[in-house]
C-alpha cells in the first residue's frame, strides 16, 4: 500500500480532479448537456415559484431549431424539463420527483422513449444512495454514502464566520453494472475539528491502492509514484493580500502549484495554475468566483487562448469574448440583452457573424 504526505485538510478543485480518474459514472451529465443553458445564465437559479421558462434558439437566418421549457413548483425546483426541435417534435424531456426539496427520482426519455430512471434516498439532508436504471429497469450506475455521526463546523478563510455546519462523507461506494460488486471505495477520516487527516481508495478487491495524508502542515518534500498524489497547502501575506498557495505531484510526476490570491475581506482576486513552474492558466475576478474577468489559458508558458467578461452595475453579464490563435483573434462572442433586469436575449457571434440566437421567455 502507497502512503503520500499531503500538507493541508481541505481539498481543492486541483485534487478531486486527480479523483476523477476513478470515477464510474456521472449521474447529471446527459441532464447537463441539455440543460447547461438554463443554468449557465443563471436562469434557474433565479426562477419564482410555479413559473415557466422558454428558451427558442434561432439559426442565424432567424429559423426557429429548438425549444427548450423548464417547469418549476413552489419551492423553485425543476419539476419538467422538455426539449423539442424547431419543428416541435420531442427530442428529450426530464420528469423530477421530490420529496420536500431533496430530489427522489427522475425519468429521462429522448426521442419519445425511456432512456433511464434515477433515484435517490437521503437520511436528513443528506444523500445516502443513487442508483440509475436502463428503460429495462436493470441497474447501470450505483453509488452509498455513509455519513459522520459528528456535526461539523467549517469557517472561512479569516475564521471569523462559519461557512458549513454539518456531517462530513466518511464512506462512498461506487458499484459496477447491476448494483452488487463494487468498483472502488472511497473511506475519509477527520480530526477532533473536522479536518480530513486520510483519504484511501480501496479497488474492486476491497484492496487499500492509494492514500492520501492530509496530516501535515507544514511545507515539506515532493514525492513522486504512479500511486501517489502528493500535496502541499500554506498561505501567505504580502501586501495585505492573503496568498494561498497549493502544490501537488501527479502521478506522472508533474508538479502543479495554483495559487489562489484574496484581498483582506477574503474576496477572490485571481487563481494561477503552474504545471513544473510554468504557467497554465490564470484567471481574474470581481470578487467573487461567480464573477471571472479574465480567463487566460498558456501552453508552454506562452499564451494560447483567453476569455473577457463585462458585467453591469447590477453584476449581471452583459458580455463574454473568447480569443484564439495566441489569444489575439476574436473567434467567439455572446452578448445578453435584458429588460427589467431578467434575461429576454443571448445572442451568439462567430468572427463578428451572428450564427445563433435565444429568446427567454417567462410565464
Known amino acids: 500500500m502507497k502512503k503520500a504526505t499531503v500538507f493541508f485538510t481541505l481539498i481543492p478543485m486541483s485534487i478531486s480532479l486527480a479523483f476523477s480518474q476513478y470515477r464510474s459514472y456521472s449521474p447529471d451529465e446527459y441532464i447537463f448537456n441539455y440543460t447547461s443553458n438554463f443554468y449557465r445564465w443563471g436562469l434557474s437559479k433565479n426562477a419564482t415559484a410555479n413559473q415557466k421558462i422558454t428558451i427558442t434558439g434561432k439559426n442565424r437566418k432567424g429559423k426557429v431549431v429548438s425549444v427548450k421549457t423548464e417547469h418549476f413548483n413552489e419551492d423553485t425546483l425543476v419539476t419538467l424539463f422538455e426539449y423539442k426541435d424547431g419543428k416541435g417534435k420531442e427530442k428529450s424531456k426530464i420528469l423530477s420527483m421530490y420529496n420536500g426539496k431533496h430530489l427522489m427520482r427522475r425519468e429521462i426519455s429522448k426521442n419519445g422513449n425511456l432512456k433511464y430512471k434515477t433515484k435517490n434516498t437521503f437520511e436528513g439532508r443528506y444523500r445516502t444512495s443513487y442508483t440509475k436504471y436502463n428503460s429495462k429497469e436493470k441497474i447501470v450506475a450505483k453509488n452509498e454514502n455513509t455519513f459522520t455521526k459528528k456535526e461539523y463546523v467549517t469557517f472561512n478563510l479569516n475564521k471569523n464566520y462559519p461557512i458549513y455546519k454539518g456531517k462530513k462523507l466518511k464512506n462512498s461506494i461506487t458499484y459496477k453494472k447491476g448494483g452488487e460488486k463494487q468498483r ?13 487527516t486520510i483519504t484511501t481508495l480501496y479497488n474492486s478487491k476491497n484492496e487499500s491502492s492509494y492514500v492520501w495524508d492530509y496530516t501535515c502542515k507544514e511545507e515539506g518534500a515532493l514525492l513522486a509514484s504512479k500511486n501517489e ?3 502541499c497547502k500554506w498561505q501567505e501575506a504580502n501586501n495585505g493580500m492573503l496568498i494561498e498557495v497549493i502544490r501537488k505531484t501527479s502521478p506522472k510526476g508533474k508538479i502543479q502549484k495554483t495559487i489562489n490570491t484574496y484581498d483582506a475581506d477574503t474576496n477572490k482576486v485571481s487563481t494561477e495554475t503552474y504545471m513544473d513552474d510554468v504557467l497554465s492558466q490564470k484567471t481574474t475576478y470581481d470578487k467573487i468566483l461567480s464573477k471571472p ?22 453584476g449581471k453579464v452583459l458580455n463574454t469574448k473568447f480569443y484564439g490563435k495566441d489569444a489575439t483573434k476574436l473567434t467567439y462572442e455572446e452578448n445578453f440583452i435584458y429588460k427589467d433586469e431578467q434575461l429576454i436575449t443571448v445572442e451568439n457571434y462567430s468572427k463578428g457573424k451572428l450564427i445563433r440566437s435565444y429568446a427567454i421567455n417567462y410565464q
Open 184 to 196: 472502488n471505495k472511497f473511506v475519509y477520516e477527520y480530526d477532533e475539528e473536522g479536518k480530513r
Open 229 to 231: 498524489s502528493n500535496v
Open 293 to 314: 474577468l479574465v480567463w487566460e489559458n498558456y501552453k508552454k508558458g506562452k499564451l494560447k487562448y483567453k476569455y473577457l467578461y463585462v458585467y453591469a452595475d447590477n
